[in-house]
């Protein structure tokens, strides 16, 4: 989820924690020459009134500047894209890629001059004092479902609080919309399952999908792996019918060797999996893994309720 990125595959991130977020909201005050104090996790920031050469180091972040208005001047690659994702590449062509969420190359990024960088603790604590030494820095506390929180430092620290505020707004009314509009359907029990190279996650509350459904206010089967107020349960094969439910979405992270297909194609051809209800039902989808978990972002959370939207028969 919103959105994802460590090595085993993004899922917006895997923090111990989705709370405790007060150090990462963020304040502005004072104008000493036209800068800006702007709190985050790592402390304050002196930040130019209206930053031009913003780098982001996160991918949820980068949907966040675009959504904004802005193109960077230098952004970590997509994920499972080389380099952009598929539904955000048509906003990125000049922009430089300055490494992987992971490890972002500190080189490139101060040869492009930015005047702000965008990053995020639970990947860059370590390098915050290199990054800071290049460019006022701005990180946002955590990962997984937490775009709405990122979305809003991301924005006061582009000074575009007013636009930012908007656009939550939005997508709030989209949701209200479709939960309006859902009526009984909201009762029908979701799970999440995700396909990796060599594991199978189901997705609890605590990841981008999660928190969406939540709002929408999705029903969540409490004698599945599924209620969990959690981030992800690996599971086995055999485990697969405690993911059961009314509808069920899976998603396949694929990094090009194969594997995380190969798992996928496995696991859908097993009696085990065609044993469950909302296979027998056809009320089983295959979504887009960026979209739902890795992006993480605003971008990708209102692709996620068009889609949604879509497959429940729901004119937005």
């Not at 990125?5 to 909201?25: H, L, M, Y």
């Not at 180091?57 to 904004?68: C, D, F, I, R, S």
């Not at 992971?102 to 995020?120: H, R, S, T, V």
Request: hydrophobic share 40%; with cysteine.
């Amino acid at each position: 989820m919103a959105g994802c990125g460590n090595k085993n595959g993004n899922d917006a991130g895997s923090s111990p924690s989705a709370t405790g977020t007060a150090s990462a909201s963020a304040s502005a005050s004072g104008d000493d020459g036209g800068l800006r104090t702007v709190k985050h996790a790592m402390g304050d920031a002196q930040v130019k009134a209206h930053p031009e050469r913003v780098v982001v180091l996160t991918n949820e972040g980068t949907e966040a500047v675009l959504a904004l208005g802005i193109k960077p001047v230098g952004a970590v690659k997509s994920w499972t894209a080389d380099p952009w994702y598929d539904h955000i590449k048509d906003r990125m062509e000049g922009v430089t890629v300055v490494g992987d969420e992971g490890q972002p190359n500190l080189e490139l990024i101060a040869g492009l001059k930015p005047d702000l960088i965008l990053a995020n603790k639970m990947r860059h604590e370590k390098i915050y004092d290199q990054l800071k030494a290049i460019a006022p820095t701005v990180e946002s506390e955590t990962l997984r479902g937490e775009w709405k929180t990122n979305f809003k430092l991301y924005a006061e620290a582009l000074n575009k609080q007013a636009e930012g505020d908007k656009l939550v707004a939005d997508f709030d009314a989209k949701v209200d919309d479709f939960r309006t509009k859902a009526g009984d359907k909201l009762k029908e029990t979701v799970s999440v399952v995700r396909f990796m190279a060599g594991k199978t996650r189901v997705y609890h509350q605590d990841t981008f999908t999660g928190i969406i459904f939540k709002q929408i206010s999705l029903a969540r089967n409490p004698m599945t792996l599924n209620a969990k107020e959690q981030f992800v349960d690996e599971i086995t094969k055999e485990r697969l019918p405690e993911a059961d439910a009314d509808r069920l979405f899976y998603f396949t992270y694929e990094t090009g060797d194969g594997k995380g297909t190969a798992l996928e194609q496995e696991t859908t051809a097993d009696p085990i999996w065609k044993s469950l209800n909302a296979v027998k039902n056809g009320k089983v989808y295959r979504v887009d893994d960026a979209v739902w978990n890795t992006a993480g972002g605003i971008i990708a959370a209102n692709l996620m309720v068009d889609q949604l939207a879509d497959i429940y028969e729901i004119k937005l």
